[in-house]
Structures are given as structure tokens and as C-alpha cells.
């Protein structure tokens, strides 16, 4: 591997903004923001608007489309358009 030319893997904090959350783990982001973490040590903190705390799919919270009444709707509403010819 080249030298000077990889970008630092050190350690940081992912903040999820919707759940409030945080995750220390190593990343080659950076922030300008830091926080102080349950060790004492201060880490730059990257705030992220999902994670899997808050995402719907991981926490069970989705919502299930109602396909078989979306496609009879649309059935209804264009039944008899464009016949046969």
C-alpha cells in the first residue's frame, strides 16, 4: 500500500437525531463537533437523521400497504375505459 495516501480510521460517535441514540465505533468520517463519551474521552460526533434505532423496518413500527385495495380502486376507477376495439 502507498503511503500518505489512506484517509485515518479513528474512533467516533454516530448520533441518530430521530432516537437519540449513540454509537461509538471507528469510522473514516470526521466532524467538527465533538462529545464527551461515557469513558471520559471526547470523540467527534457525526449526527445521522436514521439508524437503525429509528428506522421502521428494524424497529417494527412500518406500515403495510393496503396493495389489494390500492388495485381495486384503480380498477373501479378506469373500469370501462379504453374497451376493446
Known amino acids: 500500500m502507498k503511503a500518505e495516501i489512506h484517509p485515518t480510521y479513528e474512533p467516533v460517535v454516530f448520533r441518530?437525531?430521530?432516537?437519540?441514540?449513540?454509537?461509538?465505533?471507528?469510522?473514516?468520517?470526521?466532524?467538527?463537533?465533538?462529545?464527551?463519551?461515557?469513558?471520559?474521552n471526547t470523540y467527534p460526533v457525526?449526527?445521522?437523521?436514521?439508524?437503525?434505532?429509528?428506522h421502521p423496518f428494524y424497529t417494527g413500527k412500518q406500515r403495510i400497504m393496503d396493495s389489494a385495495g390500492r388495485v381495486e380502486r384503480f380498477?373501479?376507477?378506469?373500469?370501462?375505459?379504453g374497451g376493446k376495439r
Not at 437523521?49 to 429509528?54: C, F, R, V, W, Y
Not at 380498477?75 to 375505459?81: A, E, L, S, T, V
Open 16 to 40: 441518530d437525531l430521530a432516537s437519540g441514540e449513540k454509537y461509538l465505533t471507528r469510522s473514516t468520517m470526521t466532524s467538527d463537533k465533538t462529545i464527551e463519551w461515557e469513558d471520559g
Open 46 to 54: 457525526v449526527d445521522v437523521e436514521i439508524s437503525a434505532a429509528s
Open 75 to 81: 380498477n373501479q376507477r378506469f373500469k370501462g375505459f
